[in-house]
């Protein structure tokens, strides 16, 4: 009971910094707009004018509604999506130094994605085609790094991270020798400022698809955690409990690709999220993953959204790249955890 108790206090503390940090998030920026103000203009927008007067200007209302607000809840999605594909991934390879980054799979949406920004490749999948090229990339990469990582049926962590850094070095290679070939400078220049990672020029109509993407994976995961939690027995143990282990694997791979594809579409290559969150989430409830994918996906969304504060506000009015800010955060991380694991 205690435990239940002390995760529900951890959940509504996290879930309120989040609530929070959305609202101071919308008010900072070049032209700063009171935390009130900001409330009210959402408030408003949510129940109608009915509920307050206005006493904002309308490009205050535009900048909160149509600049800043998707943004913010873009980063958020992102973030907790980024998370929950961590955590995918470390169950499917039950290594908790695993994530979308380190095994090549962003390397791989990022590839086809841009050879669908510069050159239209996959115009014929429709008004989904870079979240579909995205995905196609995740897919082929992870599927990729898991085959070469199993020996004799099993998985060899060795194996699987450097089949992983493999793989991400030849994704890397494509994706340079895409953006050489580019028709014109400005494409160049976007898909490069895209694939460093960014949320610049969120839209409304960008969060549908990765909302949804997330909920449905978040809702799949939730539903097999006592799998989840079985498989980190080991595929052998697993198996005589009564878990189809290819199956879920396959599962897992489906659900990782999604993930990593229709983030990648909207943000471009964000690391290391998936590696850190997830793992602080181990730090404060254990590994019952019933409890870490929750935690890690609000865990997600404020790491996400604060970063792109800071490379917000950092140089303003220009902007950095929340890929390069990640990686300047993640990568001191990773090696901790990397000792750490190596000093057991």
Known sequence: MLKKLSFSKVIIFLLMILLLSIVIATTLGPVRIPMIKALKIIIVQLFGESVMASDWTLIEQNTVL???????????????????????????????????????VSSGASAFATLDMLFGTFAFLGAYRLSLSAFIGAAMTIILVYMLSRIKG?????????????????????????????????????????????????????????????????????????????????????????????????LLILISSLLAGVTIAVSGSIGFVGLMCPHFARLLVGSDHKKVLPLSAILGAILVIWTDVAARMILAPEELPIGILTAIIGGPIFIILLRKKQLR
């Open 66 to 104: 149509l600049l800043r607000l998707p943004r913010v809840l873009l980063g958020a999605i992102v973030g907790a999506s980024l998370a929950i594909c961590g955590v995918a991934m470390q169950a499917l390879v039950r290594n908790q130094l695993a994530d979308p980054f380190i095994l090549g």
């Open 154 to 250: 099993k998985i060899n962590m060795t194996q699987l991270l450097l089949s992983g850094v493999a793989i991400s070095m030849i994704m890397d290679g494509i994706t340079k020798m895409i953006t050489l070939s580019a028709p014109n400078a400005l494409g160049l220049h976007n898909a490069e400022f895209w694939m460093s990672g960014s949320l610049a020029g969120a839209k409304w109509d960008y969060l549908t698809l990765p909302l949804v993407t997330m909920i449905i994976c978040m809702g799949v995961l939730i539903a097999n955690y006592r799998t989840l939690n079985v498989l980190l027995l080991g595929d052998q143990t697993a198996g005589t409990l009564g878990v189809h282990v290819e199956r879920m694997q396959k």
